[in-house]
């Protein structure tokens, strides 16, 4: 069974800065897309940004030019550095994965449990 481990949420001021890292736990043979996406209360869930193993991205216009998605092939690892954040980032971060874990069946998606970002103003 694959789980997503989520680090680095935590409460920063405007303007400020943090880095979520995703790091997947289990028997893996392959990723293809990673990403992010957050959940504000009373919100539905959105895309922040994603990443293909090639290394091309996708980012929602909300964050662009202020967040950043990368990912270590290696070790099976995606990042997200926040800059510039406003309250309006407020929200639970939920990393996800599309992983196959068997060379006999197709992958499926594994999503984070969440990590909570506060920004105050």
């Known amino acids: 069974q694959v789980q997503l481990v989520e680090s680095g949420g935590g409460l920063v001021q405007a303007g400020g800065s943090l880095r979520l890292s995703c790091a997947p736990s289990?028997?893996?043979?392959?990723?293809?897309?990673m990403g992010w996406y957050r959940q504000a209360p009373g919100k539905q869930r959105e895309m922040v940004a994603v990443i293909s193993s090639g290394g091309s991205t996708n980012v929602a216009d909300s964050v662009k030019g202020r967040f950043t998605i990368s990912r270590d092939n290696a070790k099976n690892t995606v990042y997200l550095q926040m800059n510039s954040l406003k309250p309006e980032d407020t929200a639970v971060y939920y990393c996800?994965?599309?992983?196959?874990?068997?060379?006999?069946?197709?992958?499926?998606?594994?999503w984070g449990q969440g990590t909570q970002v506060t920004v105050s103003s």
């Open positions: 289990g028997r893996i043979v392959s990723i293809s897309v």
């Open positions: 996800n994965a599309d992983v196959r874990t068997s060379y006999f069946s197709a992958s499926r998606d594994y």
